[in-house]
Structures are given as C-alpha cells and as structure tokens.
Nanobody, 123 residues
Framework: QVHLVESGGGLVQAGGSLRLSCAAS????????AAWFRQAPGKNREFVAA????????TYGDVAQGRFMISRARAGNTVWLRLSDLEPEDTATYFC????????????????WGQGTQVTVSS
C-alpha cells in the first residue's frame, strides 16, 4: 500500500526549470521502483523517467532529451524530477508512479499513481 502526492508544478517561461516532488507514504514504497510520466490533453501518456528501488539505476524516455533528472532519497519517501530547458511542448500533467516490478513500471504499468501536478511552459 503506497500513496503518492506530487507537487512543484507551475507556470514557467520557455528555457526555465522546475523541480517536481513526489511524496510517498506506505511501508511498501521502500521496495518499489518509481517513475514519472506525463500526459497532455488529447495525447497519450508518455514515459519520462524511472529510478529503481535501490536508487542506483535510472532510465529516461526520449521526451527527456537529456534535460531531465530523476532522483530519490536514500532513506526517505521522496522522489524528485528536475526539469530543465523547458519547452512549450513539455506542458502536461506530470504523474508519479510506483511498482514492485521494474519491467512493469518502465512499460507504463504501476500499482500506485499520484494525481499529478500541472506544468505549463509559455513561449
């Protein structure tokens, strides 16, 4: 049982940066891989980044383009996503997710999801 709450979204100009946070509660989170996804209206959900349960392995989706960085507390319940060099195309709701399976979460399947935080990038 894991509950996830995202924060840190907002309005930013093109070229700017934001740091999103995902606060997790529930003992099972310690064993979970975590990931960030995003979805814009009328578009499919996109994989952004994932980090494994140990915090030693990460992977990024093509949408990151070297501009984003995922991290997690070694002994805590927080996962971050740093967004840099943002473009209007990055405008979306960003979701945090957690799952015991690495393969599942990288494939967009997760047992636990937050409600999302809105990122809007203006030109």
């Amino acid at each position: 049982q894991v509950h996830l709450v995202e924060s840190g979204g907002g309005l930013v100009q093109a070229g700017g940066s934001l740091r999103l946070s995902c606060a997790a509660s529930g003992g099972e989170f310690t064993d979970c891989n975590a990931a960030w996804f995003r979805q814009a209206p009328g578009k499919n959900r996109e994989f952004v980044a994932a980090i494994d349960w140990s915090g030693t392995g990460t992977t990024y989706g093509d949408v990151a383009q070297g501009r984003f960085m995922i991290s997690r507390a070694r002994a805590g319940n927080t996962v971050w996503l740093r967004l840099s060099d943002l473009e209007p195309e990055d405008t979306a709701t960003y979701f945090c997710a957690a799952d015991l399976s690495w393969g599942r979460i990288v494939g967009g399947i997760a047992d636990y999801w937050g409600q999302g935080t809105q990122v809007t990038v203006s030109s």
